[in-house]
């Protein structure tokens, strides 16, 4: 193995690690801002200029609060669990271009640890693995309602990996690849793929919110209930664990919405790398804004949606894009 690369991928996966885990910081402060706007709140504000010291003041919280673990825990699956949930949303990275390739030194450097030719597959696979976190975490605890959400976390991830892979499967068939760097490549010379698929792409979206547990869908660990659901029993940088993953899943699937449908990172100018990070923006602000906007609704509201609604349109829609390719 060429010494260069190893290097080069250690680097990166380094920085995506450190800058992944501060971005996750940064959004809650995001959200508790924009929350606040949408209210008609403050947020936070009097920890630092503009309150931006609460990220640090929250890091500091999570290191050094007491980590408590129950007397009747399964005490080894309860300690991996968290990590699970972490570890995966930063192992779907891997495969994911945050940036065009630019030139340092003459070195060629490609914002992307692996780019191999099962890449979207890997990333949906990654993520699917992730469930195991919550779920774990809620079979290990003492607590029967920890208990329950699990398994009501576990039915949403499984129903909506079934709702995200139809609904990727149509573009992907156009493209004939699962590289997002194809998928990327593909759009610069026939468009984008949202013109394309249109259906695909609204499904795709639905599904990203119950892919990330967040409102409407944020059935993992509902906020309008007294308990805490899966992560009940939890303290600590334990509980950190699982916020960062969802924060992490957010900035990620916010990366694969427009690599896949909006054209992606384009040529590799700069201001086609702008468009691309605002793009990123958008979808992860409209996280951001449904939680203020939206009700959650109910488990067998969502299952009614998942199968007898979108997964049926999403079928539909792989038949039609197959005949039109016929």
Partial sequence: MDMAYLIATIIKIVVI??????????????????????????????????????IAADGIKLFTKEDIIPANVVKPIFKIAPVITAATAFMAAAAIPFLPSFTIGGYEVKPIVADVNIGLLYIFGVMGVGLYGPLLGGMASANKWSLISAAR??????????????AILAPVMMVGSLSLVDFNNWQIEHGWIVWYQPLAFI????????????????????????????????????????????????????FVIPLVFLGGFGEGTFVDALLFLGKMSFFFFFFLWTRAAWPDVRPDQLMWLCWKVLMPLAVINVVITGIVMM
């Fill in 17 to 54: 690690l450190l800058v992944f885990s501060a971005l996750a910081g940064l959004g809650t402060y995001f959200e508790r801002k924009v929350l606040a706007f949408m209210q008609r709140r403050l947020g936070p504000m009097y920890v630092g200029p503009y309150g931006l010291l609460q």
């Fill in 153 to 166: 976390s576990a039915a949403v991830f499984i129903s909506y990996e079934v709702v995200t892979g139809l």
């Fill in 203 to 254: 499904l795709f979206w639905i599904a990203a919110f119950a892919e990330t547990g967040r409102t409407p869908f944020h059935l993992i660990a509902n906020d309008h209930e007294i308990i805490d659901g899966f992560g009940t029993e939890y303290s600590g940088m334990r509980w950190g664990l699982f916020f960062i993953g969802e924060y992490a899943n957010m900035f990620f699937i916010s």
